[in-house]
């Protein structure tokens, strides 16, 4: 469910007119409903009501500080994977025992800044690490809590670019090797252990890939504590999908995910932390867009945007889907052609659907892009000196622009060159 819907012929944000928006800050745009992210979030703590927990939002999604505030002033903790969003989280109002640093790659300086402004855990991706981690906390004098993260061979059944939990992946240790590190680091200086994670990937459209790896997790809690290890925390990842396309079957809910947690870990009396972005944030957003050209090519029909690739990677990254509808509601019974949509981008790969069949449309429409919210606006760039585009937040019947497009003249004063050029 989400808060984009047509009133009076019109698509809205909540109660607010996206060609509204579109007039004052002009296309292309995100545009975010605060009402969907408030209540993905609520489904999700709902979900696990009855278990001590924490829902940390995996900030990569859409990391806004406009978003990241919202959803911290309901309490949500926040799943950082960088120094960078380390920072944002803090600058948003995060406590700092409600971050938890994930990544397979932290760096000393990363590790460093964690340690000296606070953090709920770090899970840790490997021994050297782990090792690493160990050095830098009992030179400072502090203790770092951690949990291990733990790759349990599972195949998540999505798409290989967004699996995380198989052998192959390069995230986690294997969880044959579980034991011996958990060892290694209760013998560290500098290092307290308070649990596991687990995380076996993303968009996530059934619910055995979950059981299977949270059943390998609960074995290997009762083992480590049978080790003498205190397991406090399990940390369960995110992963849950969102149905993209409105004719396609709708993903479990996270009310049967939070049964399933319940099923299979509830019994072990630890705190549950997950960390959802994508169902949060997918559906809050959407890309809205206008048409520069119809072109008719030979035995095809071009839609040609004024959005890129460059603003919404996800279809040429992942082939991924997004639904694309007029903001002016089409009339019952309306003619549909088909149309490759595609931006001025000059790759081939600035393709955003092929063959869509779609109402007809022609040059000065606005169309928006459904359930593009997460991974969005955070992965673009401004390839072809194509600027940012600007981020909106609606609540209710205000909104407000939460990131700025910036100009040529700001995109270009970042360059500098030598004085011997």
């Given amino acids: 469910m989400d808060h984009f819907d047509y009133k009076n012929g019109v698509l809205c944000a909540e109660d607010v007119p996206l060609p509204e928006i579109a007039a004052e800050v002009g296309t292309p745009a995100y545009v975010y409903s605060t009402a969907t992210l408030e209540r993905?979030?609520?489904?999700?703590?709902?979900?696990?009501?009855?278990?001590?927990?924490?829902?940390c939002y995996a900030m990569k999604a859409a990391s806004n500080q406009a978003i990241l505030k919202t959803l911290a002033a309901l309490g949500a903790g926040m799943d950082v994977v960088s120094g960078g969003e380390y920072a944002r989280a803090v600058a948003a109002g995060v406590a700092p025992d409600k971050i938890v640093f994930a990544g397979v790659g932290k760096t000393e300086a990363e590790?460093?800044?964690?340690?000296?402004?606070?953090?709920?855990?770090?899970?840790?991706?490997?021994?050297?690490?782990?090792?690493?981690?160990?050095?830098?906390?009992?030179?400072?004098?502090?203790?770092?809590?951690?949990?291990?993260?733990?790759?349990?061979?599972?195949?998540?059944?999505?798409?290989?670019?967004i699996a995380t939990g198989k052998s192959e992946n390069k995230f986690g240790i294997p969880i044959s090797k579980a034991r011996a590190v958990y060892a290694e680091a209760a013998a560290l200086p500098g290092i307290e252990v308070v649990g596991i994670d687990v995380h076996i990937g993303s968009q996530l459209t059934e619910l055995a890939p979950f059981e299977a790896a949270y059943r390998k997790v609960a074995e290997l809690t009762e083992t480590l504590r049978g080790d003498g290890h205190d397991i406090q925390r399990l940390d369960l990842g995110g992963g849950l999908g969102i149905p993209y396309a409105r004719s396609n079957s709708a993903p479990p809910l996270p009310t049967e995910y939070g049964a399933l947690i319940k099923e299979t870990v509830g019994h072990l009396g630890c705190e549950i932390e997950i960390e959802p972005g994508r169902l949060i944030a997918g559906n809050a957003g959407i890309l809205l867009s206008r048409v520069i050209y119809v072109k008719e090519g030979e035995g095809r029909r071009?839609?040609?945007?004024?959005?890129?690739?460059?603003?919404?990677?996800?279809?040429?990254?992942?082939?991924?889907?997004?639904?694309?509808?007029?903001?002016?509601?089409?009339?019952?019974?309306?003619?549909?052609?088909?149309?490759?949509?595609?931006?001025?981008?000059?790759?081939?790969?600035?393709?955003f659907a092929k063959g869509r069949a779609m109402p007809e449309l022609q040059a000065g429409d606005l169309v928006a892009f459904r359930s593009a919210g997460a991974y969005g606006a955070v992965m673009s760039s401004e390839y072809n000196t194509r600027p940012l585009i600007p981020e909106i937040l609606v609540k209710g019947d205000h909104h407000a622009v939460i990131r700025a497009r910036p100009n040529f003249d700001e995109i270009i004063s970042r360059d500098s060159i030598p004085e011997w050029l």
């Fill in 111 to 161: 590790i460093r800044q964690a340690l000296t402004g606070g953090l709920r855990q770090f899970n840790v991706e490997s021994e050297p690490e782990l090792q690493l981690i160990s050095r830098i906390a009992a030179e400072m004098g502090v203790s770092a809590p951690v949990t291990i993260r733990v790759n349990p061979d599972v195949d998540a059944k999505t798409h290989a670019k």
């Fill in 302 to 351: 071009f839609l040609i945007l004024d959005a890129a690739m460059n603003d919404l990677i996800r279809p040429a990254m992942y082939d991924a889907w997004h639904d694309i509808v007029p903001v002016i509601e089409p009339a019952a019974g309306h003619e549909r052609t088909e149309y490759d949509v595609v931006g001025p981008v000059c790759e081939s790969g600035d393709t």
């Fill in 40 to 55: 993905h979030y609520r489904l999700f703590d709902e979900a696990l009501d009855g278990l001590p927990h924490l829902v």
